[in-house]
């Protein structure tokens, strides 16, 4: 294997920004690729063509007219239609049965719209006869290749050689379905491998634990999550096969885009900054407190938080002592985010209850959030567990010291500030619990007040690499270490189906 070669990838992901975001899934995919090209590999990327993409803004054309895509005994039509993202290709797989939708996620259909955009990229590929070293997938939308690539197309000459590499970014969000959603993947006749720690398994189709038993390699995005999902605890009910299959699950950091996320350039705050103009970010925290109805006060600790609302960020322990850390730390709150309804009734009120202290934004809107990293002084993330994390990393890019839970990638960039030895680029605490975060956020807001040491935690997570460079170079390793492994394991015979658990071996 020739680790200098160039590599030809394709990544495959639901969400890709500028495209379309819900999350982080959205930003790595709109960086990660760029920074693998950078190194030299010919990356392109593949998605859906959801409704809301249009087509002027972007500059799609079409690639490829209207081909049958096969699902269960039909098919179904895919064109595709190309873009750039910087100088790296997009292809967007169009059907408007499936994409024309306003959303990207929650419908009925999502597994079958998910098979379909899996199925037409590898078609595509072969109508292109552009052969990928390496497809790499994300989470459980594109889990169904590393599948496929071990069964229906096995035996297909174009795919021989390619190896698939399956990112997990989050471990909660399995993709769980119905049989009839093997039918539908042509894979029905392939019984999953039964393992005797997971008989559950047989009862239903599980996108992820699939991706996670057929990739050649797989990753997750961070060290720390990493090693946490091999426990039950953490590890979602597929811990069993995780643990069997450690030998290759690896984990990457994900960076930030440093060109979408610059003080120094940034064209929706109200001032841009850097190290050297450093003063000017209490301009931010003056005009989010202007856009956000409160108080211009310059000496008060500003805490944002800019997150989906799910039980995973921990806002079942932040709204037990949010009152009294208003009351007694003498905070302005500012939140953005959407999510469960009971979290908007419960920040909702939260407004009604104190509008002279905080403000709830229950929407998404990507400026706003570069307003609010830009313009607070402390951001909070209490995660409950959280693979990576990117708010913390571009809050730190922004100035603004990370309040964060120890946990995955959380534990992985923010280094707890101690002010004895002075070490540190934040404050963290470990115990899940409303208390450890309330010391914690006090901690911060101690530190507040002294003027030095808070610019000096503000310039550690100024000058931080958060970058993709050194991440994209671990990943670039990961395809290398794909198709040794797929090389390793290529079989000149057919394919046998799986019919002994890997938990058998012992
Ligand atoms: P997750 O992927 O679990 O949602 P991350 O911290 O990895 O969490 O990434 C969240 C990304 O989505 C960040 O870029 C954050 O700024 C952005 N984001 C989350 N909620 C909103 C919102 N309501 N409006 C704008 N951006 C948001």
Redesign the pocket.
Same mark, same amino acid.
């Given at each position: 294997m020739n680790a200098n070669r160039a590599l030809k990838i394709l990544y495959l992901a639901a969400e890709v920004v500028p495209f379309a975001?819900?999350?982080?899934?959205?930003?790595v995919a709109g960086s990660l690729p760029k920074a693998v090209q950078a190194l030299g590999h010919d990356i392109r990327v593949a998605m859906p063509r959801y409704g809301p993409i249009d087509k002027g803004k972007f500059k799609l054309k079409e690639v490829l007219p209207p081909f049958p895509v096969p699902l269960d005994e039909r098919t179904e039509p895919a064109s595709i239609l190309e873009a750039s993202l910087g100088e790296v290709p997009v292809y967007f797989v169009e059907n408007e049965n499936y994409y024309d939708r306003e959303g990207i996620y929650m419908y009925p259909d999502d597994a079958e719209r998910f098979i379909f955009l899996c199925r037409a990229a590898l078609e595509m590929l072969k109508k292109m006869g552009w052969q990928p070293d390496i497809i790499h997938s994300n989470d459980w939308h594109t889990a169904i290749i590393p599948n496929w690539l071990k069964t229906i197309y096995s035996q297909d000459p174009f795919f021989e050689r390619t190896a698939t590499v399956y990112t997990i970014?989050?471990l909660a969000y399995k993709g769980i379905f119905g049989h009839r959603v093997l039918e539908v993947a042509g894979i029905d006749e392939y019984a999953f491998p039964y393992h005797p720690e997971m008989v559950d398994m047989n009862q239903v189709m599980d996108f992820m634990a699939r991706g996670i038993f057929y990739a050649d390699v797989i990753n997750t995005v961070s060290e720390s999550y990493s090693r946490e999902i091999l426990t039950p605890e953490l590890g979602e009910g597929l811990d069993p096969i995780l643990r069997d299959r450690r030998d290759r699950l690896f984990g990457i950091l994900?960076g930030i885009d440093y060109e979408v996320y610059n003080p120094a350039t940034d064209k929706y705050i109200a001032s841009k900054f850097d190290i050297h103009r450093l003063e000017r970010k209490l301009e931010n925290k003056l005009a989010l407190q202007r856009e956000a109805r409160l108080s211009p006060e310059p000496a008060r600790p500003l805490v944002g938080i800019?997150?989906?609302l799910t039980d +995973?960020?921990g806002f079942d322990i932040l709204s037990q002592v949010i009152d009294p850390l208003i009351d007694n730390l003498g905070l302005h709150f500012v939140l953005?985010?959407?999510g469960e309804e009971r979290y908007h009734e419960t920040f909702r009120a939260l407004e009604e209850r104190r509008p002279q202290e905080t403000e709830i934004?229950l929407?998404?809107?990507?400026p706003?959030?570069q307003r609010i990293?830009a313009g607070s002084d402390i951001f909070l993330?209490p995660s409950r567990f959280?693979?990576?994390?990117?708010? +913390?990393m571009?809050a730190m890019r922004y100035g603004s010291v990370p309040v964060v839970r120890s946990t995955g990638?959380l534990a992985d960039t923010v280094q707890d500030f101690d002010p004895r030895t002075g070490q540190g680029n934040g404050f963290s605490f470990e115990p899940y619990n409303s208390m450890a975060l309330y010391t914690a956020l006090t901690r911060a807001v101690e530190n507040y007040k002294h003027q030095s040491t808070w610019r000096t935690l503000m310039l550690r997570g100024m000058t931080a690499d958060f970058s993709w460079q050194a991440s994209a170079r671990k990943y670039v390793d990961l395809y290398y270490r794909a198709l040794a492994i797929k090389a390793g394991e290529r079989k000149p015979k057919e394919y046998e189906p799986l019919s002994r658990g890997s938990g058998e071996e012992g």
């Open positions: 975001k819900t999350g982080g899934l959205a930003d970014h989050n994900n800019i997150s989906r +995973q960020k953005l985010g959407t934004f929407t998404f809107n990507a706003l959030a990293y993330m959280e693979p990576c994390g990117l708010g +913390q571009i990638g």
